[in-house]
């Protein structure tokens, strides 16, 4: 990445979305609130989602979103100690694995533990 610009390129180096994005939020009774996320270094972010196809992809179909400028979603989300606006994030979470199921005994284990029940039992 360049840290320079030139007078030969006129386009900024960082995609600034252009437009409404779709804004991940919490609805409730008469107001929404809009959600806010953390950075894997633990920074608070707003996100914005350019389609609502990308949000559902990496938060669920479920849910819900508003339609905000960057503008507005910076304003709201500074005051809550969210400076940065992350554009477009993809879940960075490890899948989900089920947890491993003990195998059975050995037939050999099985078969003493049986023997050793009857003749405790005789």
Excluded at 48 to 75: E, N, V
């Amino acid at each position: 990445m360049c840290l320079f610009q030139y007078d030969d390129d006129p386009e900024p180096e960082e995609r600034i979305p252009a437009g409404l994005l779709y804004v991940p939020a919490r609805p409730g009774g008469s107001h929404v609130a809009v959600r806010l996320f953390r950075t894997p270094l633990g920074a608070r972010t707003a996100v914005g989602f350019t389609g609502p196809d990308l949000l559902a992809a990496t938060l669920g179909a479920a849910q819900p979103w508003i339609r905000l400028s960057a503008s507005a979603l910076r304003a709201l989300a500074e005051p809550l100690g969210a400076v940065l606006l992350t554009v477009d994030p993809t879940l960075t979470a490890p899948a989900v694995t089920p947890a491993p199921v003990a195998p059975p005994p050995p037939r050999a284990a099985a078969g003493a533990a049986r023997t050793a029940r009857r003749e405790g039992a005789s």
